[in-house]
């Protein structure tokens, strides 16, 4: 894109020039010698009327009288038609191949005419074409600066878009606040921040509606099975067998929504892969390190090496760069971004740490911090809502550990030797 943008200025700079240079260069050499003649024929009128004078008085004609009117290296003849087109006299030397003549009529029908060598015209002449394609030359590389810096200035934005919309491909929802002063990315701008906001409630409501309908099932199912069992002990003997029979369909529902409502957290994290903490956390705080150092705070990582997760590479940016993001806005002091092994037996979770040195969360709003649409500085209240969503849908989860100073922890699976990624429907346990 910036190749193409910069050509194309070229082209139109390129065009330009040429157009108004060439036009340009061809005047100037046709006023140069129009000049010239025109000096000429001043001279020569000049010549005549003294030459006129002379010859009404009755005094001889001599030419040295008018020699100041001559040219330096120039070549005056005068011919009287009384005397047979008889050459009066010459003064100067003898005229060479290429020469600017003119001529001037006498009183007499004669003619004076004054020549000069076109040399140093066409030098003048040179020197003015030369002079003109320098200022076309200038022209261009001034063009050829002015293309560069708007090809960067528009290629630049074109690209920082282009990300945005691959991020937000990616499941990287965060709002950027960057406007480029040019109204139609603007607009493509706010079009992707707008998206990004709609695809995160979609994504929220998504993930609140599998919750409240695993709950409401749950709930109706524990019912179902509460009442079974109370039949299953009747004295009638075919009623308790059957209501042993369908409890055990009950128990088997049960397991199918279990593992329904896996696989549909597995086909959420079918991206899901092992990913080393400690390159992945450095990669997504050396984007943040910037935006906190220009609010003169700074970013400490404290990662323990080798450590890996099962996690997708775009939630997990997206999920940082939400606590990052919280901990600019709403923390103070040093942000830090810290990684250890779990505390769960067989070391099978990661944590991620985000904390910073600010007033913490208010105890009023600690309990409701996850919930959508809560913000306690005048957000959207949609990132941390988000972010959990996002770790859950990896098979993580997401808390707040402490309050003062806020802690956020992020609690991620570690790969296993028999994860296969896709989705594991139920197997049929019995013909239906």
Not at 37 to 50: C, G, H, S
Not at 114 to 130: F, H, K, S
Not at 203 to 219: F, I, K, M, P
Request: glycine share 8%; aromatic share 2%.
């Amino acid at each position: 894109m910036r190749r193409r943008i910069l050509l194309a200025i070229l082209l139109a700079v390129t065009i330009t020039a040429c157009a108004l240079g060439i036009p340009l260069g061809y005047t100037a050499l046709q006023v140069v010698e129009k000049l010239t003649r025109e000096d000429l024929a001043v001279r020569a009128q000049q010549i005549t009327a003294t030459l006129d004078d002379e010859i009404a008085n009755g005094r001889p004609v001599d030419l040295n009288k008018v020699l100041l009117a001559v040219p330096t290296g120039g070549r005056l003849t005068v011919t009287l038609p009384s005397e047979g087109q008889r050459t009066l006299g010459t003064l100067g030397p003898e005229p060479v191949e290429d020469v600017v003549a003119e001529e001037a009529p006498m009183s007499r029908q004669g003619t004076v005419l004054l020549e000069i060598d076109a040399g140093p015209m066409r030098t003048r002449q040179a020197q003015v074409a030369a002079l003109v394609a320098l200022v076309v030359v200038l022209t261009v590389a001034v063009g050829t600066v002015v293309a560069m810096v708007t090809a960067r200035r528009l290629a630049r934005p074109l690209r920082h878009v282009a990300d945005r919309a691959t991020k937000l491909g990616a499941g990287d929802f965060r709002l950027d606040k960057s406007r480029y002063d040019l109204y139609e990315l603007d607009m493509v701008a706010e079009a992707l921040d707008a998206s990004a906001t709609a695809l995160a409630q979609l994504v929220q409501r998504e993930r609140d509606l599998v919750g409240d309908v695993s709950h409401q099932l749950r709930s109706r199912l524990t019912a179902l099975q509460l009442r079974l069992e109370a039949l299953t002990m009747v004295p009638d003997a075919d009623a308790a067998a059957e209501a042993s029979e369908a409890l055990n369909q009950a128990e088997r529902l049960s397991d199918v929504l279990d593992e329904l409502l896996a696989a549909a957290r597995e086909a959420r994290a079918v991206d899901a892969e092992p990913v080393d903490l400690a390159r992945e956390l450095t990669a997504i705080a050396n984007e943040w390190r910037e935006m906190l150092r220009s609010e003169g705070r700074t970013l400490r990582m404290k990662l323990t090496p080798g450590l890996m997760a099962r996690v997708t590479p775009a939630r997990l940016r997206e999920t940082i760069g939400v606590l990052l993001d919280n901990a600019l806005r709403h923390g103070g002091g040093t942000v830090v971004l810290s990684s250890r092994a779990g505390e769960s037996v067989g070391g099978e979770t990661v944590v991620i740490e985000v904390t910073d040195g600010g007033s913490g969360v208010p105890d009023e709003l600690a309990p409701h911090i996850f919930d959508r649409g809560v913000s306690g500085g005048g957000s959207t209240g949609l990132g941390l809502a988000l972010a959990r969503a996002l770790v859950e849908s990896d098979g993580g989860r997401l808390e707040l550990s402490t309050a003062r100073p806020p802690t956020f922890t992020v609690f991620l699976p570690v790969p296993k030797a028999g994860n296969i990624p896709g989705l594991r429907w139920p197997t049929e346990r019995s013909p239906r």
